[in-house]
């Protein structure tokens, strides 16, 4: 009975949840508000229309697991260790100056001071599903303020080991020091565990699964992983989330992670959606209504002051001010970790009842205006007059040194970006000896290169100045390969505003921005998404013998239509066309001295008998014969110009090379 109970509320969760993402889609709102609404309709301070909350939580923390496990996945530990300056300082310093402010604030307003820092550490943490999941809709896992995000989330979730084991001593009256090490201590010496097991045990151990050619053993073992480091790491005292995460990455290091991610991807995104829905089934509607003012109060100091610390706690680590609000903004919320503190707090009790609710209310409020307070940091990027009033910290003397530099240069190419794409170029750039100027905003990355001699500097390539600096007006070509869709929109403004004349070269992931790229002044925009699908598709065309030239003309109708042909399938490929049913293309082929065409001439060799292709000229050399006779000799090494339909060139080709 008890199971079928539990189905029936399934039937509900998912039910009402998919009732309420359609209509919250309608009006162009997130998903996750879409679920926390759900949560309060059907909770127990709702409708009461579920009965098991206690399983729908248990399948909500799973959900968070396999989210957090997918993100380990993604989130390597070579890729940890690039954004280790982020992790441990820009982390610490926004998990620290973030305790310290919210527990000064609370001791100020008569909260004894143990519990004034317990509250501190309940507002460091953010809710690394939520922001995750949205930097993954909005595909911003890979810029700079998601990175930044990303890495401040992680140094929070590695706190949380210490702080629920600083819990019952905060409501004792013992010391803090000592347990603090001891808490601190045994972190480290997990992290190192993982570390080893990802280099050395779960590849090898891996490899042998896959050598059994079993898919079903395969997902077993990935699920294994999953579920038995996340239980075994919460015998040292961490969260079953965190032991997920740190799943993942051992697993990351892996040539299988990618298969992994793929096989668990249904799954975590089918009872992810539970997590948001159980915090949405915590909120008491009638509790905010009766205390309005003080909810209010509670939201507002958290979101402003949170945004607040954030971005300057960024701005401090020598990040632009611009990276701080959106990473400030996308973090101004109380996270999932929290509430596993509060319980931890209540039942030591260190927190008296009374705010359970309040505290609730508020941090589930904060989750709610989260995509919103997105929008918002990413409409402040994209005005141009509120953008010009944020100015980034430091760096003076980068941009003195990049306007010395760029003095001396001319007619180069300015490349923004320089991750894998920007440092393929330039090592391109440099072996034909044509000038470059690179701008980074990572600073690693610009010490680092810089000492390998590169004309590398720290600056923003949205800035106007930054621009000017690296001689904008100056340069030939401006190639902007950025992994931000917001700075790379403010980028090619910025570059076509200043110079009318360069050519910009924009790199972007998805094709619904192509359009706007252009518009805004991208000469030519290479988008990942089916750059890769145009080269397979000349692999297929290719292989069927398709003219060179004919196939050279599809890409470009593709490309001169900005992709429109995958986007639009009513939309059909430009050709050249002298009748209604006839399309006449010219080809190239060269004679090999193999080619059983070779010493006969044209009459000889039947060539435009057999396949009706005809030819229009001879290479020879520096020598090109137009229109030759039939008794002209096809020798090696002469290049034919051709002229035919796609199966007469086909032929053709056939014919020339004896591949018939």
Request: hydrophobic share 50%; charged share 15%.
């Amino acid at each position: 009975m008890e199971e079928s109970q539990f189905i029936r509320d399934l039937v509900i969760v998912y039910g009402l949840g998919a009732v309420v993402v359609f209509f919250f889609q309608k009006l162009r709102q997130s998903n996750i508000v879409a679920f926390l609404f759900t949560g309060i309709l059907i909770g127990p301070y709702g409708f009461s229309l579920v009965s098991e909350t206690a399983s729908v939580y248990i399948l909500a923390e799973i959900g968070v697991m396999l989210l957090l496990f997918s993100l380990g996945l993604e989130f390597s530990f070579r890729k940890l260790m690039r954004i280790r300056r982020v992790v441990f300082g820009t982390g610490s310093v926004q998990v620290g100056a973030t305790i310290l402010i919210a527990a000064g604030i609370a001791a100020l307003a008569g909260i004894p001071i143990r519990t004034a820092v317990f509250f501190g550490f309940m507002a460091a943490l953010s809710s690394t599903a939520i922001v995750v999941k949205m930097l993954f809709e909005r595909g911003e896992t890979d810029t700079v303020h998601g990175k930044v995000a990303l890495g401040i989330l992680i140094f929070q979730d590695l706190c949380v080991v210490p702080m629920i084991v600083l819990v019952p001593i905060l409501a004792g009256p013992g010391p803090l020091w000592q347990p603090l090490g001891l808490a601190l201590g045994k972190a480290a010496a997990v992290l190192v565990l993982v570390a080893l097991l990802a280099r050395y045990a779960f590849p090898w151990f891996l490899y042998h699964v896959v050598g059994t050619r079993s898919k079903e053993l395969f997902i077993i073992t990935a699920l294994w992983i999953l579920l038995g480091m996340s239980w075994a790491l919460s015998l040292f005292g961490f969260s079953l989330a965190l032991g997920a995460f740190l799943a993942g990455l051992t697993i990351s290091e892996s040539e299988y992670s990618d298969q992994i991610f793929a096989d668990i991807r249904p799954f975590r995104d089918g009872l992810n959606s539970l997590f948001f829905i159980s915090i949405g089934m915590l909120v008491d509607i009638r509790f905010i209504l009766e205390n309005a003012g003080f909810v209010f109060l509670m939201i507002l100091g958290i979101v402003l002051g949170k945004a607040a610390i954030t971005a300057v706690s960024v701005a401090a680590t020598r990040l632009p001010l611009k990276v701080g609000i959106l990473v400030g903004l996308s973090m101004a919320q109380i996270g999932e970790f929290s509430f596993i503190l509060l319980q931890a707090g209540m039942k030591s009790g260190l927190v008296e009842s009374s705010w359970h609710q309040k505290i609730i209310s508020a941090s589930v409020a904060t989750m709610i205006l989260t995509p919103l307070l997105i929008r918002i940091s990413h409409a402040i990027m994209a005005n141009s007059r509120l953008y010009d009033l944020i100015r980034k910290f430091g760096a003076a003397g980068e941009t003195f040194e990049l306007k010395s530099r760029s003095a001396v240069v001319q007619d180069h190419v300015v490349i923004c970006g320089f991750g894998v794409t920007g440092q393929n170029i330039a090592g391109i750039l440099k072996a034909n000896k044509i000038p470059y100027l690179i701008l980074e905003l990572n600073a690693q990355t610009v010490r680092e290169h810089k000492r390998q001699g590169q004309p590398i500097f720290y600056g923003d390539c949205t800035d106007a100045g930054i621009l000017l600096h690296a001689g904008i007006m100056r340069a030939r070509v401006t190639l902007i390969a950025l992994s931000d869709p917001v700075a790379t929109r403010a980028a090619v403004k910025s570059a076509r505003s200043l110079n009318s004349e360069v050519v910009i070269l924009a790199r972007n992931k998805y094709l619904a921005e192509i359009d706007e790229l252009c518009n805004l002044g991208a000469t030519e925009v290479i988008s990942e998404e089916f750059e890769a699908s145009i080269e397979l598709l000349a692999r297929i065309l290719r292989v069927y013998h398709l003219p060179r030239q004919a196939v050279a003309q599809e890409i470009k109708s593709i490309r001169d239509g900005r992709y429109r042909i995958f986007r639009d399938l009513d939309t059909t490929i430009p050709r050249l066309r002298l009748s209604t049913s006839l399309d006449v293309y010219t080809e190239t082929h060269p004679i090999e001295a193999d080619s059983p065409l070779c010493g006969l001439t044209i009459s000889e060799s039947g060539l435009r008998q057999k396949t009706g292709a005809l030819i229009l000229g001879i290479v020879r050399e520096k020598d090109t014969l137009n229109n030759p006779q039939p008794s002209v000799a096809l020798e090696a090494g002469n290049l034919l110009i051709m002229s035919g339909t796609k199966d007469q060139l086909k032929k053709a080709i056939q014919l020339i090379t004896g591949r018939q």
